[in-house]
């Protein structure tokens, strides 16, 4: 038994190394789409201080919307752009209808009314675009191919370069736009965002929509791979542990969290997986964050909390 | 206005810390209970079926993670779980030992979910915040899990569904499908007043006190004396227990039987909804909020009908959903205090009519 | 002000050569001093000498990386504050830190907890030994309501009471630990003349009906001269002067410490 | 209860006993004190007392001698009456907001040898007394806060002195009943100071059989039972307190409570709920004038709502109470009205329970009277005194006439003399004013009249009405009868004037100082966005001075309507740029005004009113809050007044 838990598994990996490279890397993959879902979430809690448990419902929300407009024969490029129209339209309402009025309640109404919204997006959704289960091709490419006997597939490597150049994207308009700035600032201090000159609401708005996009972005990558169905939603609860793993305000961190996590659930997965019969990956990436957090309680990237009295 | 507080003086601390302190608040509390025995008579099978077990079992469950959450400061999103855990060992329990009376094996699966929270309540100690929320979730996952996989706890039928076999209680039928709605609302009700009872024994004593000082400012607590470990993790236990009691009633008492799906993440948060819509830190408000969170839906489902209007099932579904989001979302906004609070700013003005201060 | 402080004892608490630093930074270098049984010993100094510190150095909330503390004869090992409290240790906080969701009267039951033996099953059933021990405690924190004039507030929420006020409830929420050792970290702050001079007045009485000994950080050096027995300077983590309020006051060092010349 | 008490309970002390044997389970004395009121019962009293009473004797307390009693309403202070009658010292209380210096010359004037204090403040008093030439020979005290570094040799706890008294009692077993057994019902029981509008104190001496008499015929006269709550709240040293929170208690055996501090009566009085309760007329003012204020803020609704009831209540109220007939209509609106105002209004203010309410001491306004009773409340009025042991008329209940005091109480006997003053005889009758000879010759006749001081009649149907103090009472230089007091008691009835001074014996005309009242006044400019920086600021206002105007314009209609006293209508007035304070001494610690001190003190005013000017100068000497003296200035207005001719309501008549 202990045998089979502990020291099989290692010799299957290198017994079979290409094997375990494949593994390893389509762990990789996964954890970008991981972590593409943690950056919204990410984004929303460094500047709003909102816990958005809704982040998930807006990746089936703006696959939907996309889904939904091509299947009336609007082309690809259009429907894109009026999908991104359409999450900054929900992100100004958003802020219009409930976070206006929450202002200074505690994170876990916050939390709370976000969960609420999840449900209204997902109600508004399925009403909106129907709930059977849709496929999503914006064109991009699927073929497999090999590279030094290791299996890939054009699409996952797709699917990480987009995430690549999001997060590169990002990156540039949070160190060199005024925007992007006064987002950081807000993070840290809300008054000092406020002599930034930018009003909390403007900043609000912007950090909703850069999430909507960002949701997008995960939407087509998870929607092509998988249809675009309400489970899509589910895959927030996926991104709370690359959260607690990489810290809640961490860019970086949801990034370097979500490889972990995606390599972490995908090799436990098939070498431990059969051995307690399978279906880990329910639990596994939260013991394994939980596990993380018991030594590390700020995350990876979080600092270090002095208390002072 | 209804009150009549002049004379009603206190000459021990006994009297000035009951938990009604005023007379008329006794006497609503005492027609309240009364009223609520009597129940039985008036409602129908769907009503006691589908509204008033759920409501009172709901209302349990909801009282024990506001222990946790709302007097400690725990935020919990593992609920479900730890119900699960009451659910599935009540029905190991009294499958494989049939002679212990079930309300009995009700408090064992309680002390089982209870020992399951305890260890999940283990990371509190370092961890805080949302980063324990996100944790608490492990234990929601890990627990549908392992009941699942492991077909001891459901002593490998096929279908790993768990069933309410019959059981009796000085003769009567109290569970199982032979058991009558009324006798499981009774059964119900009986549960939740004794343990809403003890509840508030609890949080207005000592032990209450640890966990609001806590809850409010833990340095501050431990700088005092409070053992920040000890009282978290007594929450952690107290709370899975109440749980735990309140899953077995579920499948015993209201579903008769279950998988771990009925125990899923949709109703952790459901169970949140109510601690936080009915009020953090009021067993009254656990109440209120069970019954809000337990009536919207309903009244969601009939409203269509009542007022004519249909519309295709799905349709119907999905704008139920959003409904009860917006509902939601509004009653954070307007009183994010819940709805304790209103409840007590309601009883502030009547002492105080005619008077507005 | 000082009558009758002949009862002045032995040591109850000595620090020798305490050392604290965060990562780089010295909080507090080579500080020694000892508090005598019932004196009231104020600690002042310039911002960010390290007096707050001190006082967590002593409750256990920090722990120094050198240095001895002897507390009631014994050399203290690394304790947690919650062990600290339980040796007879309590203090109030600077900046107020008091259960803001619950009532005076229930802040100050917190500081009885230690008192409290019962377990939480008694308590469950709230019944006989249960209840005889909440209704002793009980009078003990009405006692000491009494004692601190909060009694038209017992039932406030302290979360809506004045400062002065709640910077009172917090001073009786120490006090109902029945401390040996009393710890106030600035007790005056922000108070206005009338609330100062009750606070001193409340200081004083705490100092001569319970004998209890008190260590506090003040800023008004008109209220360390009239209530204290003896004064510790600290400047920059270091101890520059210690003795009777009238030595302190001619000491060259504390002057320039005061005035910042000799940095 | 009978009226009749057997012979040989004609002490209070033995009263006492007999309580603790008919009644020793139920309670006799409470006081809130650490959160809850701390019970006693009439065998823990007795026991107490007892204690006590062998304490004292054991310091050298002996028949005869005085002890003061100086401090709020505390059991404690309650019992030293009855331990230090118990061995036949004379209790002699004092006023506890009285300086060191008045409680002097009571002091020595008594003779007091002992004091029985409250706290550290009352201490701190008594030490500087003693400090003069060895007053006082021992000093007890109930509170030892902030006392430990005290070591004076004639300081003793309250604690102290009861176990000694113990061991006392142990070593000379029957010391006490023997004791208790000396006093009858002739000796004095107690010695109480009148302030007295001018000139020293005189001390009252009661004796047993007056206060016993009296406090019987009071319960007798009201059926006061057992169940009885009562709150002892106003000065032990007035002779109402003593009656009812003692006197009656240790008769009916009901339960006195006392307040927490006199800070917290009002909320003291909402828990209590008493069922019997007294109060002079500034307490009942002041209460509606809150009521007035708070309901002011209430939203429009509500106010609508309460002003309708309140008009309700006005129509039928009165007479609901008085079980008069009153049409059935009338009859389910106040049933409405109680349900949603009258009923929480006596919830809030603690009156749900009283059953019987009484003011005395001065006249209090028709309005203030006609709204406690329509709301439900049995207020009723007494005229009494001190010399009377308190009773000499009270309202019967249904008989209430609301400018009257009601019908001779039982055992009492009134006559006027030729003048219209009214003079009273009954069993309360006061045995003498302490060491004056003179005064008590000059106040009682030898066959026991007592001359009241008060001008007044009885009407036909038999009730006194009071008109004013006898010997203000004067004429105009045109002849026309002028009653100061009652032009005073007319103003104040107005909820924004606090005090008048009316002016006119041998003058030309009548003339008034006004004080405003700073809470109504105050709440008044609050809501209408009026800005002062100041008491004399707002009361210089012009719209305040102009709604003053108007008032007394009132009030002339009034005097107009009154054959006698039409007269002497208000022509001139002023609005003082001070309230006047019983520490400067223009009030009695009982807050009555010192008319000719005051005349005195402000003669300048006075002159004014009574020349051509319209506006006058003044700079007042005044003391502080803290104690301090200061000098304040002000320009004052003084203002005409319309007064209204007489003649035509009785030309209409003929």
Redesign the interface.
């Known amino acids: 038994m202990l045998y089979n838990f502990l020291i099989a598994p290692f010799l299957d990996m290198a017994g079979s190394p290409v094997f375990f490279a494949e593994v390893v890397i389509s762990g990789l993959l996964t954890g970008v789409m991981y972590s593409l879902v943690a950056l919204g979430f990410v984004l929303i809690f460094k500047a709003s201080g909102v816990f958005n448990f809704a982040q998930g419902v807006m990746v089936l929300f703006a696959a939907l919307t996309l889904v939904g407009l091509m299947e009336r024969g609007v082309p690809v490029w259009l429907a894109l752009i009026l999908t991104v129209a359409v999450m900054t339209a929900l992100a100004f309402a958003i802020e219009r209808i409930m976070l206006r009025h929450l202002v200074n309640q505690e994170g876990i109404i916050l939390f709370m009314a976000t969960i609420g919204l999840s449900y209204v997006l997902q109600g508004l959704g399925e009403t909106l675009w129907g709930s059977n289960v849709k496929r999503l091709d914006v064109g991009i490419p699927n073929a497999s191919f090999e590279i030094g006997g290791i299996l890939l597939n054009e699409f996952d490597l797709f699917a990480a370069a987009s995430g690549a150049v999001l997060v590169t994207v990002l990156a540039v308009f949070f160190h060199y736009t005024r925007i992007g700035r006064a987002l950081r600032a807000v993070a840290d201090d809300h008054q000092a965002a406020l002599s930034v000159g930018i009003p909390l609401k403007h900043i609000w708005i912007i950090v909703w929509s850069v999430a909507g996009v960002v949701g997008l972005v995960a939407g087509i990558m998870w929607g092509a791979k998988s249809g675009v169905q309400f489970s899509l939603s589910l895959i927030a609860l996926k991104a709370l542990p690359v959260l607690i793993l990489g810290g809640f305000t961490s860019v970086p961190g949801a990034i370097v969290g979500g490889l972990i996590i995606g390599v972490g659930e995908k090799v436990a997965e098939i070498y431990w997986g059969p051995l307690v019969g399978g279906a880990i990956e329910t639990w596994f990436a939260y013991m394994l964050a939980l596990a993380f957090l018991v030594f590390r309680p700020q995350g990876l990237f979080g600092e270090r909390i002095i208390e002072r009295v | 206005?209804i009150?009549?507080?002049?004379?009603?003086?206190?000459?021990?601390?006994?009297?000035?810390?009951r938990v009604f302190p005023i007379l008329q608040d006794r006497w609503c509390v005492a027609a309240a209970i009364l009223f609520a025995y009597a129940i039985p008579l008036l409602a129908n099978e769907y009503w006691l079926q589908a509204v008033l077990i759920p409501f009172l079992i709901f209302a349990l469950a909801a009282i024990g993670l506001n222990l946790l959450?709302g007097y400690c400061g725990q935020?919990s999103l593992g609920t479900g779980g730890f119900m699960a855990v009451g659910g599935y060992m009540t029905y190991k329990i009294t499958t494989n030992i049939p002679d212990i009376n079930i309300i009995v094996v009700f408090l064992i699966a309680g002390l089982c979910a209870a020992l399951v929270g305890l260890v999940f309540g283990l990371?509190s100690l370092?961890?805080?915040?949302?980063?324990l929320?996100?944790?608490t979730?492990?234990a929601q996952?890990?627990i549908?899990?392992i009941l699942?996989?492991v077909g001891w706890f459901y002593n490998y039928n096929a279908s790993g569904t768990i069933t309410a076999p019959p059981r009796e209680m000085f003769g009567i039928v109290v569970t199982g499908p032979h058991a009558s709605a009324e006798v499981r609302y009774l059964v119900a009700l009986s549960l939740v007043i004794v343990f809403a009872l003890?509840a508030k024994?609890?949080v207005?004593?000592?032990?209450g006190?640890?966990w609001?000082?806590i809850?409010?400012?833990d340095?501050?607590?431990?700088?005092?004396?409070?053992?920040?470990l000890q009282t978290k993790l007594?929450a952690f236990t107290?709370s899975s227990f109440y749980c735990g009691v309140a899953g077995a009633m579920t499948v015993f008492l209201w579903l008769g039987s279950a998988e771990t799906e009925a125990f899923d993440?949709f109703l952790s948060?459901n169970i949140?909804?109510m601690v936080?819509i009915g009020g953090?830190?009021s067993i009254l408000g656990s109440f209120l909020g069970a019954a809000f969170i337990t009536l919207v839906p309903v009244f969601l489902t009939n409203a269509p009908l009542m007022i004519g209007l249909s519309m295709p099932i799905?349709?119907q579904k999905?704008?139920?959903?959003?409904?009860?989001?917006?509902?939601?979302?509004f009653f954070?906004?307007v009183e994010?205090n819940g709805l304790a609070r209103l409840w007590q700013i309601t009883k502030e003005k009547l002492?105080?009519?005619?008077?507005?201060? | 002000m000082t009558q009758a402080r002949e009862r002045i004892g032995d040591t109850l608490l000595a620090l020798e050569n305490v050392n604290l630093a965060f990562g780089g930074v010295r909080a507090l270098s080579d500080v020694s001093f000892e508090i005598r049984e019932h004196e009231i010993l104020a600690i002042i100094g310039p911002n960010g000498a390290g007096k707050s510190s001190m006082l967590n150095v002593i409750n256990g909330f920090y722990h120094p990386q050198e240095g001895a503390i002897t507390y009631k004869g014994k050399k203290r090992k690394q304790m947690r504050p919650h062990e600290a409290a339980a040796t007879g240790i309590a203090r109030t906080f600077q900046n107020i830190a008091l259960f803001r969701g619950m009532s005076t009267l229930d802040n100050i039951m917190t500081g009885r907890l230690l008192k409290m033996r019962r377990n939480f099953l008694w308590q469950a059933l709230y019944w006989g030994p249960a209840v005889r021990e909440e209704m002793e405690h009980r009078e003990a924190a009405e006692r000491i309501i009494d004692f601190l004039e909060i009694q038209s507030i017992r039932k406030t929420p302290v979360g809506r009471l004045p400062y002065g006020l709640q910077k009172r409830v917090e001073l009786g929420r120490a006090l109902a630990a029945e401390p040996d050792l009393l710890l106030l970290d600035e007790p005056m702050a922000g108070m206005n003349v009338e609330e100062k001079e009750d606070m001193c007045r409340f200081i004083l009485d705490v100092s001569d009906e319970f004998g209890t000994t008190i260590a506090l950080i003040e800023h008004d050096m008109g209220v360390v001269m009239d209530i204290s027995d003896r004064v510790v300077v600290l400047d920059y983590g270091r101890k520059i002067a210690d003795g009777t309020p009238d030595e302190v006051r001619g000491n060259a060092a504390v002057i320039d410490a005061y005035l910042g010349v000799s940095h | 209860m009978s009226s009749a008490t057997p012979e040989n309970l004609d002490t209070f002390p033995k009263l006492c006993a007999d309580q603790a044997a008919k009644n020793g389970g139920r309670p006799a004395i409470r006081e809130k004190n650490f959160g809850i009121w701390q019970t006693w019962t009439w065998a823990q009293v007795a026991a107490e007392v007892r204690a006590l009473a062998c304490g004292l004797a054991a310091l050298g307390l002996k028949r005869g001698d005085k002890i003061a009693i100086v401090g709020d309403n505390r059991p404690r202070l309650y019992w030293t009456m009855t331990a230090a009658q118990a061995i036949g010292a004379i209790p002699v209380p004092l006023y506890q907001d009285s300086a060191a210096k008045e409680m002097t010359f009571v002091i020595d004037h008594a003779e007091v040898r002992f004091a029985m204090v409250e706290d550290q403040e009352q201490v701190d008093k008594m030490i500087e007394i003693r400090s003069g030439d060895g007053r006082l020979d021992q000093v007890i005290y109930d509170d030892a806060r902030g006392m430990r570094h005290y070591n004076h040799d004639f300081l003793h706890s309250f604690d102290d002195v009861q176990a000694a008294g113990r061991e006392f009692d142990t070593a000379n077993a029957g010391f006490y009943e023997a004791e208790v057994a000396k006093g009858t019902g002739t000796d004095t029981a107690i010695i109480l100071y009148t302030s007295g509008t001018t000139g020293q104190p005189k001390g009252v001496v009661l004796s047993f059989d007056n206060l016993v008499r009296s406090a019987a015929n009071g319960i007798a006269f009201d059926n006061l039972c057992l169940d009885e709550e009562v709150l002892a709240y106003l000065p032990m040293a007035w002779v109402g307190d003593h009656l009812f929170s003692f006197g009656q208690s240790y008769l009916a055996g009901f339960c006195v409570s006392c307040p927490e501090s006199s800070d917290t009566v009002l909320h003291d009085l909402r828990e209590l709920g008493p069922t019997y309760f007294f109060a002079p007329p500034r307490i009942f003012e002041n209460i509606l004038t809150t009521v007035m204020i708070r309901m002011e803020d209430a939203g429009w609704v509500k106010r609508r709502m309460f002003h309708y009831f309140m008009s309700v209540a006005k129509r039928c109220g009165s007479d609901i109470l008085d079980r008069k007939p009153v049409p059935l209509a009338n009859r389910l609106l106040y049933a409405i009205g109680d349900l949603l105002v009258y009923g929480p209004l006596r919830n809030t203010l603690g009156f749900s329970r009283v059953r019987l309410a009484y003011t005395a001491g001065e006249a209090i306004g028709p309005e203030i009277f006609a709204f406690y009773r329509s709301t439900g409340i049995n207020l009723k009025q007494l005229y009494g005194s001190t010399e009377a042991s308190v009773y000499i008329t009270m309202q019967p209940d249904g008989e209430i006439l609301p400018d009257t005091v009601g019908r001779p109480a039982p055992e009492v006997e009134i006559k006027f003399t030729d003048s219209g003053e009214v003079m009273f005889r009954s069993p309360g009758v006061f045995v003498e004013y302490y060491k004056s000879a003179e005064a008590t010759a000059a106040t009682k006749t030898n066959d026991g009249w007592v001359h009241t001081g008060d001008a007044g009649y009885l009407n036909e149907q038999g009730h006194l009405k009071i008109i004013d103090r006898a010997k203000d009472v004067g004429r105009l230089n045109n002849g026309a009868l002028f009653a100061p007091k009652y032009i005073e008691n007319k103003l104040k009835f107005f909820p924004e004037i606090k005090e008048a001074v009316a002016y006119g014996d041998q003058r030309d005309y009548c003339a008034v100082f006004v004080n405003i009242d700073l809470a109504a006044v105050g709440s008044w400019a609050e809501r209408n966005n009026v800005a002062y920086a100041s008491y004399q600021e707002l009361a210089a206002h012009p719209q305040v001075l102009a709604s003053i105007t108007r008032h007394i314009e009132a009030v002339n209609r009034d005097l107009s309507e009154d054959e006698k006293l039409a007269g002497s209508q208000i022509e001139r007035f002023l609005v003082l740029h001070k309230e006047l304070d019983a520490d400067d001494g223009e009030l009695t610690r009982t807050r009555k005004v010192r008319r000719s001190f005051v005349a005195d003190k402000y003669d300048s005013l006075v002159e004014a009113l009574y020349s051509k000017l319209d506006h006058t100068h003044v700079e007042t000497e005044m003391t502080f809050e803290d104690g301090r003296k200061g000098v304040i200035a002000a320009d004052l207005q003084i203002l005409s007044a319309k007064t209204i001719s007489s003649a035509p309501p009785l030309k209409a008549a003929s």
């Open positions: 206005m009150y009549r507080e002049a004379g009603q003086f206190k000459t021990s601390y006994a009297g000035d810390q959450t935020v990371p370092r961890i805080k915040g949302f980063y929320a996100v944790a979730l492990a996952f890990f549908g899990w699942n996989k003890v024994n609890l207005r004593g000592k032990v006190r640890a609001m000082a809850r409010d400012k340095i501050a607590a431990e700088i005092i004396g409070i053992r920040p007594l107290i993440i948060f949140l909804f936080i953090l830190g799905d349709m999905h704008i139920e959903v959003m409904l009860f989001g917006s509902l939601i979302i954070l906004i994010p002492r105080l009519w005619p008077f507005p201060y």
